[in-house]
Structure formats: C-alpha cells, structure tokens
C-alpha cells in the first residue's frame, strides 16, 4: 500500500500540476494523498479561515476543488488494484512506481510549477462547477475528463515492462476496468468528497445549486438581505477598508434608505417605500453566451431554467473565479429592475471582503476608458478624488467589484462605437489580474440590444423575469402598509391582486407595477362603470392620461378651466403619439433627442423658447417627455456634450399611443367639406400619409389598440369613413408629391412609401368594416382579381420578411365569383392560423365551370419556372427547388387542368400528388376512382410519345399497383378502363396487364 501511495502520489502531482506542501498541510497532516479521500474535509475549514482576503480563499477553494476532481479518480484506481491484487497475486504493485518521465506521459505533458500552491492548483484543466451550470451538467463533464484521464492511464501501463509480462486476460480485464468502471466510480466517489468539503467551505454548495434546503428558493426575499450574511460568514477580516473605500461602501449603504420615487413623482400625501423596503428579489435565468443564438432571442432563453435562488446564485458567482475572466451581464426589460439590483448589490456586499464600485454610464463621459469611468463614479459618489490602484489599496484585501449600469444606453446614444463594450472589460480584467489586482464585473443592459454586442470568451448572461403573482402579492402588502393612512384619507380600497389580475403583462414589471400603484393611489379606478375590468386600451388611455393630466395641472396651478385642462392634455398626447411615430417609423423602440427635435420641427413647426440664465433652452422634445414617468430617458456624455434618447417604459405604451393618433387622423376625414359643390376635391391625407408611410402599423398589438379605438365610433361614422378610406387609397396612388418633406425618418425609396401606405390604409379599412370585397377597395378595376395581385406584389416589395409575414398572417381571403366576373373577400384573421382555402383553377382561368368534365391546358408553364427562379425570392425559391423535379419531369402537366362535375378545377400534377400523398390513408374510393379520371382525360393532350410520357407510365403503374388492392374485383376493370382511354397504346397495354394482374391475385386469394 505503501507502494501504491507514493506511485499515485507521484502521478497526483503531475496531475495537478505540481502538488506543494500547502496541499498537504491543507488536507492531511499524515501527508498521505490518499488520506484526503479517508478524512475529506479535515482541516479545510482551518486553513481557509487563515486566507489572506477573498481572493485568496477563492483561490485554495478552487484548488481544493481540483485535488478532489483529481484525487477521486485515484483512489478508485486504488481500490480497482487492490482487487486485481487479490485475484491475481502475480502482480506486484511495488512495480508501479513512477519515474519522473513516466509521470509527465501520465499526466499529459503537464510541467512542475514552482508556483504556490493554489495558483499551481488552477493552472489544472479539470472541470468544475459554475453558478449557471445545472449541477447534472458538471457531472456529465467530468465523466468524459475521466475517460480521458483513464486512457492515459492505460497507455502509460503499457508503457511499463511489467505489462508485458501479465497473462493476456489479466491485461485486457485491467484495461476494461480503467477504461469502462472507473470513470463512473470515479464521479461517484468525486459527488462524496464534495459534499464533504462543502460542510467546511460553504461556497461549494453555491457553485453547484445543491442547496441543503430548497425551500429557500422559493421564500420571497427583499433587497438580497441574506447576501451579505452568506458572504459575510467565509470571511477573516484582516485589512479592513480604510479612506475612501469606507467612504465608498456608506454611499451605497446609504441607498437602501431612499425612496423607490422622488416626491414629485407621487401624489401628495403618499408615503413611497424605500429602496430596502420595496425591492423584491427576482426569478431569473442564466445561461453562457455560446456564440449558438443571441440572448436578445425569446427562444435563446428556452433551454435556460426558471430560477427563484438569486442570493445563493450571486453567493456562487462573487466566490468563484468566473466573473474574474468576464462580465456577468444582467439583461432585462425596461423597468425590470436592472439598475436597482446594481444599487441593491452595491449596498449589500460586505465592505469587509468586497469593493463595489458601481458606474452610471449615462453619468460618465462615454470616450473615456473604463479606468477614468471608474474614478469618475467614485469622485461623483464620494466628493473625493482618487485613482484606480489607490483605491484598490485603500481596500485592503478586499475584492473589487465593478457594477456597470446602462450598457443599453451607451448603444442607444452612441451607435455601435461601444459595441465592445464588454471585451473591453475583459481586457481590464485580464490586466487587472496580471497586476495583482483581480476584479469581478457585472453590467446591466435591455435585452433588446444584446444582438448588437461583441461577447467576451468566457461571457454569462443573466435575464430578470417578470414577478409572478406571488411577489406581486408580496410587493403589494408593503405598499398598502405604508399608504394605509392615505387610502383611509382619501377613503380608498388597498390595491389587490383581483385588481392587478387582468393587467398582470403590466404589473410584472416592478416599475410598471409602481406606475398602476400611484394610478390607483390618485383615486383612478382600474374597472369600469360596470365594475369589469378595464380593458387593455381603456387602461393605455386612463393610465397615460391620468399621469398626462397631473402634469398639465402642474403647470397650470389651477389657473385653467376644466376644458382647457383637457384640450392641453390631449396635445401632450399628441406630442407623445409622435414620439412613438418617431419610434415605429425608425423601426426602434428609442429615438434620439436630435431625432425627436428633427421630427417634431418638421411636422408641427419650429417654436422658441427662452433660455433662464446661462442655461440652454430646452428643446421640444425635452419638454415633451422629460416629465412624464413613463418615459424613460437614456444618456451618454461624449466629447463634454450630453447625449440622450427616450423609449417608453413599455414598448406597448407607443403602440397605443401610435394607434390611437393613427385612428384620431383617420376619424378628421369625416370633416371633410369640399369648397365646391360641383365635382370633387381630393381628401387631405397628408399627415396621415407622413405618419403612415415609413412603417407597418399592423403588429398585433396595435391591431388590437386600433380596433379598440375604432370600435368606439358610432357604426355610421365606421361605415361613411371606410369609404373615405378607400377614396384616399384610390386618390394617394395617383399622387406623386411628399406632403412634410422635412420629415424623414428614414431613407426610403418613394415607391415603398406607397406600398407600406396602402398596406396600413387596406388594415384600416379592415379594421372598420370587419369584411370587404376587393372590388369596393379598388372600384375602378376591371378585374379585381389583377387589382389584388398588383397590390400584393407592391406590398411585398415594400415590407420586410418578418413584416409581410405579419400582413399575409393577419388576412383571410376567399375567392368569389359574380356570373362571369371573379371578385376576393378579404377579412382580419381571428384566432390562430387557418389553413387557405383550395385554389380553384376556374377563378384562376376564365373557363366555365360546367356539369361535365372540362379539360384545358396553357403552355407556359416553363415560363412559370423561370419567373420563380429570376423573383430570387425565399419564398419563390422554397417552392420552387421542391417542385423542381416536377418542372423536370412533368412540366406540361401542371399546366393542364380538369375541372367541371361540381368540382374545383386542379392541374394534373395536383391530382397526382394526392393520389401519391393521401391515396391510402385520406381519401375514399369513390374519390380515388375521380382522380384516376382526371389523369386519364389529360393524356388526350399530353404528349404522348415524348419525356413527360416517359415519366409518367412508372408512376402511374405505381399508384395502380398499390391502389387496385383496394378495390372489388368487379371495380378493377372500370378503374383502369377510365385511366387508359385516351393513353398510348404501349402504356395502355401495360395498364391492362395490371388488371389482369390484380384479378389473378384476388382468384388465388392473395
């Protein structure tokens, strides 16, 4: 036994890349390395409390993780020898000792290290567990790390002299128990060990999730109060910050004590929670950034969990080397409280081991390096001046952590120039680390533009997920405490769930769920007058209009009258509904301030305001949205000048607004009166046509706010208006000016202007009259069938994929007739997808659809193929390499139709393709007998000796070899009689011999 120690001992050494005394000392006071695998935890505790700083102890953590990685697979080598030893005592152990050469071949050209212990310890590629990693997958890849340490193993046996001389048998049962049993004995004994060392050194549970109790994960926990605990208590404080990085550590202590609003933002009387009282911590989900999808993708996120463990999760992160090598970036949408868990997390790390640094980017100078950034946000916070490695030092031994808030707005405001943003954070950690000086870094960002970022290697997201109605519950019983006097004052109800229920898209996100509190706390009923829910528009124009209305009497102090109140309330709506064109025709969901000034200039004019002192004045824009609530603003400072966009704090908030003043403009062309009486003056579109023309206003969330709108006007306006709207789709065709030329969004060719127009009047026209003919939209074509066509084509030319996806989704069409002329009725799709109806090639061609069959063919069909190839369209293209072999093949034939019996007209490719597809399984054969029919009357014009004949005949004795099967004898004759009239006389007499084939078959009982 002895033997076999110092032979493992020396393979262990080289393993893990040169074993110092600190290791036994660490583990074993006997020195024996297989004592660790007898007594795991054995003085681990000790020798971790004597750590100089978290870095330190982080580092022997990971080291010690590494000894039992490697150590579990030793010691179950051990015990595989010990038992080869007993059955076969030919083999001597004593001969397993290691040269030094041997040991470097064992452990894969790995060299000593001279280094201390846990640096030597880390160098080791040996898996460990991550934070974001399911405990399962840190499993699966050690499993494969032993197979490859086992293989080495067995080809370093080989390598030895005593190999040789082992019987055959004995050398293959040891290869197969190295090679196959000890890795999973391997992971076995790895799980023991762990959970030995994680009795003394806390932090292994939080690496791996394996929570003693998990009933903590699901516990409602506020402001990340057990964080500092769990820190706290693997901690020896040695160095304890002096100067500034105390200074430092009260300023953010200081922001749990702040009010979750400033009091200009709430009604008077009302008491706002604090940061402490108020914040709820999370559900969340993390994943790696792999480079496989982007986490701006819903569906990216899918294979990610659903996690309720956020302090024991940041336990695991801030203790462990990850965020060392990369930024932890913590995504979110707007008001999930992405900045307020980086306040929260400043305050709640312990200045004792910890040296939260947290940097505003919209407060910092965006050209500046991220070290000038850091010593900003510490002057900015402190009054003092410092930099960067003083700072560090004031610490002691406390570890650095950089919170980063508002990566988004760097984006938003400065374009891609800080794109990689992140990598440059690395690259400061990466230096910062070479120093000495290690740091661990998060940053925060919408999760919008997380498709515009360059990843670091190494890089791990972390998205906010809205509340669940627990923690709205939970949210909502500290807010009705701390308001209870001013709902008694103002003798209204606490605000319930009941309440919250049908808004709970809204109320998920904390901020927003502030905005429906202090709705509901100024006196605003979230029902209606029959005590039902509001609905969702009735909620956008009370909620907006409410927060709208309290600052216009702000500015008013009941100088004004009621109507004068609400004529200046509804232009701030306006304003804002153009802000939220600024949006929807930029194709964001932000816009510049420069932006929004350009904008509001061209369509409403340029007006002056004075300037107060030395003070700039403010420009429309600002004074637009810089009090409202629900606009939040983003900015950057660059090159001295403060850049700034606004977005609203829910995308669904400028979808409303964008809906709502589309409706408004569109219900102004019932005012018009033309000036003569005689003849007709063309309608005023010319707003309409400036808003409604550089972007799609038929997602479905607008669909459903315009409906809404539009379901409010008396049914007389609704059916006068779609017929005004139809005159402005006819009249703005033939129109070749730009009314507002100074607006333009964006660049844009003038035909897609008239496309994306069209295709927003068309949804309108929908919208008022639940179902329309194409004849009534274009009453001045000939054949509404072309008209359709036409405008479909432009419509496609004009709008982008996913956009023309959205248009031809959200239509149904069928196909009409009246007498001879062809006619669609289209309607706005409810509901989930519909299968389209059968194309009936008799509304396709104008051929009567007479009682007996009718037979027609036109010979352009390769005209077909190639005007699909030149669209070079996806949707073209899709289609046409699948039909290619039909093309091929049997060209003529889909081209050629059959119709009339009461039947819709369909080619002779169709019909073959539903006798092959749904011959056996969907079709009756009554139906199968038609089918066969219509194949045999199209060889009376098919080209009967050439390539399409040639192609044909297998299939069809195919189809007849599998379908007469099916039928009675008596019924065989008839069925290939219809099929061959008209065939050639060679695939007649094939067809026949079929016949004959199966009526043998059916005699022998077959």
């Known amino acids: 036994m002895a033997a076999l120690d110092r032979a493992i001992a020396g393979a262990l050494n ?38 100089h700083g978290r870095v330190e102890r982080t580092q022997l953590l990971e080291a010690a993780h590494t000894v039992i990685v490697v150590l579990a697979f030793f010691e179950v080598l051990e015990q595989a020898f010990d038992a080869l030893v007993q059955e076969d005592p030919p083999l001597s152990l004593n001969d397993l000792l290691l040269s030094r050469r041997e040991q470097i071949t064992l452990a894969g050209g790995r060299p000593t290290s001279d280094e201390g212990f846990a640096q030597t310890m880390m160098q080791v590629d040996a898996p460990r567990p991550a934070p974001h990693l399911p405990y399962e997958d840190t499993l699966v890849e050690l499993r494969l790390w032993y197979r490859r340490l086992a293989s080495r193993v067995v080809n370093f046996l080989r390598g030895l002299a005593l190999w040789e001389e082992l019987p055959a048998s004995i050398r293959s049962e040891i290869a197969d128990t190295v090679h196959d049993a000890l890795p999973e004995r391997a992971v076995e004994q790895y799980e023991a060990l762990y959970s030995r060392l994680a009795v003394e050194a806390p932090e292994f549970r939080y690496w791996s999730g394996r929570l003693e109790h998990q009933a ?36 953010h202590l200081a922001a749990l004590n702040r009010r979750i609003l400033d009091a200009e933002s709430t009604p008077e009387g009302m008491r706002v929670p604090t940061l402490g009282e108020a914040y709820l911590d999370p559900d969340f989900r993390v994943r790696a950034v792999d480079g496989q999808g982007s986490p701006a993708a819903e569906d990216w996120w899918e294979e990610a969990p659903l996690r309720q463990d956020l302090t024991e999760y940041l336990t695991g992160v801030l203790t462990s080397e990850g965020l060392t090598l990369a930024p932890l970036l913590v995504l979110g949408q707007p008001g999930a409280g992405k900045s307020v868990l980086s306040r929260i997390l400043a305050a709640r790390l312990p200045a004792a081991g910890f040296l939260p ?19 900003q946000a510490v002057r ?41 943003f992140l990598v440059k954070v690395a690259r400061f950690q990466e230096r910062e680390s070479e120093q ?65 229920e049908p808004h709970r898209t809204l109320a998920g996100q904390p901020l927003l769920l502030t905005m429906l509190a202090l709705y509901h706390a100024a006196g605003n009923d979230l029902q209606g007058a029959d005590e039902r829910p509001l609905g969702e528009a009735d909620l956008y124009e009370a909620l907006l209009g409410s927060f709208a209305r309290r600052e216009v009497a702000k500015d008013s102090r009941d100088t004004l009258r009621d109507t004068q109140i609400d004529d200046l309330l509804e232009r701030e709506l306006q304003r ?45 824009a600002e004074i637009t949205l810089g009090r409202f609530f629900f606009v939040q603003r983003a900015q950057s400072i660059k090159g001295g000048q403060t850049l700034s966009t606004y977005e609203f704090l829910h995308a669904t908030f400028g979808e409303y607004l964008a809906a709502r003043l589309a409706v408004q403009l569109l219900t102004r062309l019932l005012d018009h009166r033309p000036v003569f009486s005689m003849g007709s003056e063309p309608l005023n579109d010319d707003m309409l046509f400036a808003l409604l023309s550089f972007a799609p206003a038929f997602s479905r969330q607008m669909l459903r ?132 109806e059968a194309m009936d090639a008799h509304w396709i061609y104008p051929v009567p659809q007479e009682q007996e069959d009718v037979l027609w063919q036109r010979t352009y069909w390769n005209e077909i193929w190639h005007k699909m190839d030149l669209s070079a369209g996806t949707n073209d293209g899709v289609a046409l390499q699948a039909l290619r072999p039909l093309f091929e093949s049997l060209g003529p034939l889909l081209t050629t139709f059959n119709g009339g019996g009461g039947r819709p007209a369909t080619s002779i490719v169709h019909d073959l393709l539903k006798l092959w597809l749904e011959g056996e399984i969907g079709m009756s054969l009554e139906e199968t007998q038609v089918l066969y029919r219509r194949v045999g009357n199209a060889l009376l014009v098919s080209d009967r000796e050439g390539s399409v004949m040639r192609h044909l005949r297998p299939v069809l004795v195919g189809l007849l070899d599998r379908d007469l099967k099916r039928f009675p004898p008596q019924d065989v004759q008839h069925l290939v009689d219809v099929l061959s009239v008209h065939a050639p006389a060679e695939l007649r007499e094939l ?7 199966a009526r043998f078959r059916t005699l022998r009982g077959e």
């Open 14 to 51: 080289l393993a893990t890349g040169g074993l110092s005394g600190g290791l036994l000392g660490m583990f074993d006071a006997r020195g024996r390395i297989l004592g660790l695998g007898r007594d795991a935890a054995r003085g681990v505790g000790a020798r971790l409390g004597r750590a």
């Open 216 to 251: 903590t994960r699901t516990e409602l926990r506020r402001a990340l109060a057990g964080l500092e605990s769990l820190l706290s208590s693997s901690i020896v404080v040695q160095d304890p910050p002096v100067d500034i990085a105390q200074a430092l550590s009260r300023a």
């Open 357 to 375: 640094v947290r940097v505003a980017l919209r407060d910092v100078r965006a050209d500046d390096e991220l070290q000038d950034q850091l010593e």
């Open 380 to 420: 900015d916070a402190t009054g003092e001046q410092v930099a960067w490695p003083a700072l560090v030092r004031s610490a002691g031994t406390a570890l650095p952590v950089l919170l980063l808030d508002g990566f988004d707005e760097l984006l938003q405001t400065t374009g891609v120039h800080q794109n990689d």
């Open 436 to 500: 000495g000086r290690p740091v661990l870094a998060l940053v925060t960002s919408r999760t919008t533009v997380a498709d515009r970022v360059r990843y670091p290697q190494g890089t791990v997201a972390m998205r906010l997920e809205p509340f669940r109605r627990e923690q709205i519950e939970a949210w909502l019983q500290q807010w009705n405490l701390s308001n209870a006097r001013h709902f008694t004052a103002r003798r209204l109800s606490p605000l319930t769930w009941e309440l919250l």
């Open 576 to 620: 804002l509904s153009l802000v939220a064109f600024a949006m929807l025709n930029r194709r964001r969901q932000w816009a510049s301030t420069a932006e929004l000034e350009q904008d509001l200039a061209a369509l409403l004019g340029r007006h002056a305001h004075a300037a107060s002192g030395f003070r700039e004045p403010l420009g429309q």
């Open 705 to 836: 706010f315009a409906r809404a709108r539009v379901e409010q006007l008396p049914e007389d306006d609704r059916e006068r208006l779609s017929r005004l709207v139809i005159r402005v789709l006819g009249e703005r065709e033939l129109r070749a000016d730009q009314p507002y030329p100074a607006y333009f969004p964006q660049r844009m060719r003038a035909t897609v202007r008239q496309g994306i127009y069209s295709a927003n009047l068309v949804m309108f026209v929908l919208l008022l009259t639940g179902e329309t003919a194409v004849s009534s939209l274009f009453p001045t074509q000939d054949d509404p069938g072309d008209a359709w066509h036409s405008r479909a084509l432009l419509w496609r030319s004009s709008l982008e994929e996913p956009q023309w996806t959205d248009f031809a989704s959200a239509l149904i069409l069928r196909r009409t007739r009246d007498g001879d002329r062809r006619d669609l009725t289209i309607r706005l799709r409810q509901g989930e997808p519909a299968i389209p």
């Open 991 to 997: 067809l026949q011999g079929r016949a004959e084939a």
